[in-house]
């Protein structure tokens, strides 16, 4: 069965630059992550979504980044204009969750993609 | 107070000793308890989940302690493929899944 897939896996770019990072879910997950990693920060929630809709997005660092799950087997995250301090391994996860009752979810495990290592100059 | 807190190591320890490693958080309100493990440059992967019993796998423990708000990993006969990071995940309730920034294991022949 396929993981997650994430594109690309490398990308340099000049600073200003728009980047385009790519997600493709496992199938039949319900819950999709971004994760910034840097050696400093260590590992970083970005932005989550559930069915398709984001659901918290305070980890996003400013108006730069977006993200975008336009289907169930889609997600973009996006970062215009680039800047060097945004270096770092970007990670896609999916998982299952379910809701267990109100404001209870069941948190199956996350399937991380290969991550997309971004270098701006 | 961050919301997950681990010790980065690294935790130097010769191949067949025991070592543990602890994660607190913040959240009272915490459900889901993961340990993941991570090579270098890799992703990270499940390693175990943590439930509210412990629970055991092979040379691998696991303890969640509510009233103090920490969970453990204990790891028995430390083998040289054993040498990650280990990051704590809390989750649940209508909290993100974060992540702890990983304790760093070295495994010494």
């Known amino acids: 069965d396929a993981g997650v897939i994430q594109s690309p896996r490398h990308e340099v770019t000049e600073m200003g630059q728009e980047v385009t990072l790519r997600c493709k879910p496992i199938?039949?997950?319900?819950?999709l992550f971004w994760y910034r990693q840097t050696m400093m920060r260590g590992l970083e929630l970005l932005i989550y979504?559930?069915?398709?809709?984001?659901?918290?997005d305070s980890g996003m660092p400013e108006d730069r980044f977006s993200a975008k799950m336009p289907n169930a087997s889609f997600s973009t995250l996006k970062i215009q204009p680039s800047e060097p301090r945004d270096s770092a391994v970007y990670f896609c996860?999916?998982?299952?969750?379910?809701?267990?009752?109100?404001?209870?979810?069941?948190?199956?495990?996350?399937?991380f993609g290969e991550g997309s290592r971004l270098t701006v100059l | 107070r961050k919301e997950v807190e681990q010790d980065p190591g690294p935790f130097n320890v010769p191949e067949g000793a025991t070592v543990a490693f602890n994660c607190t958080y913040s959240?009272?309100?915490?459900?889901?308890f993961f340990w993941y493990r991570q090579d270098c440059r890799k992703e990270p992967k499940l390693l175990m989940s943590?439930?509210?019993s412990g629970n055991e796998d092979g040379r691998f423990t696991a303890q969640l302690n509510r009233a103090s708000q920490y969970i453990s990993l204990l790891i028995r006969d430390s083998k040289l493929s054993d040498s990650a990071t280990y990051l704590c995940?809390?989750?649940?309730?209508?909290?993100?899944?974060?992540f702890g920034t990983g304790t760093k294991l070295q495994v010494i022949p």
């Open positions: 959240n009272s309100a915490s459900q889901s």
């Open positions: 995940v809390v989750g649940g309730g209508y909290q993100k899944v974060t």
């Open positions: 996860a999916s998982s299952f969750w379910a809701l267990a009752g109100r404001h209870n979810y069941y948190i199956g495990e996350l399937f």
């Open positions: 199938s039949g997950h319900n819950s």
């Open positions: 979504f559930n069915n398709n809709v984001p659901i918290d």
């Open positions: 943590v439930y509210s």
